[in-house]
């Protein structure tokens, strides 16, 4: 049974063994852990003012992550939602739970909009975040302060009040 839990030190190693090898080998994207010090320091990174960062465990085990990073304004940034394959699909639920964990936290903390930026390649994701809530946005319609990654090219947003 797929449990979710706030991050702690413990989860560390298998938040990488989930995330790297969908960015790397499923999707081609050449990025390093190297590449992304937040996850070197996720409560740093994450667990902070409205921010949180989630893990979906199955027997103990990191099978998917989400997260939302405090961009101010009561906004928050929707960032590393991977859910390992083995977990994927309706008959698992993880997305959904992880998604709806994290919608659930942002209402509570009072966030009045969720953004996030995803490639062109996520098309599953595109279609997931629209069968949520999310509409699409232009980039010039973000917020300032969100953290545009290199690879994003469409970005969505949610209201939650």
Known sequence: MIEIRPFSPEHAEGVVNVILPIQQQEFG???????????NDIPGFYQKGCGNFWVALDGGKVVGTVSLLDIGDDQVALRKMFVAASHRGREYGTAKRLLDGAIGWAREQEVKRIYLGTTDKFLAAHRFYEKNGFAL????????????????TRFYALDCA
């Open 137 to 152: 946005v232009e980039k010039d319609a973000l917020p300032p302060s969100f953290p545009v990654m290199a690879v994003d």
């Open 29 to 39: 994207i050449p990025i390093t852990l190297e590449g992304q010090p937040d996850l």
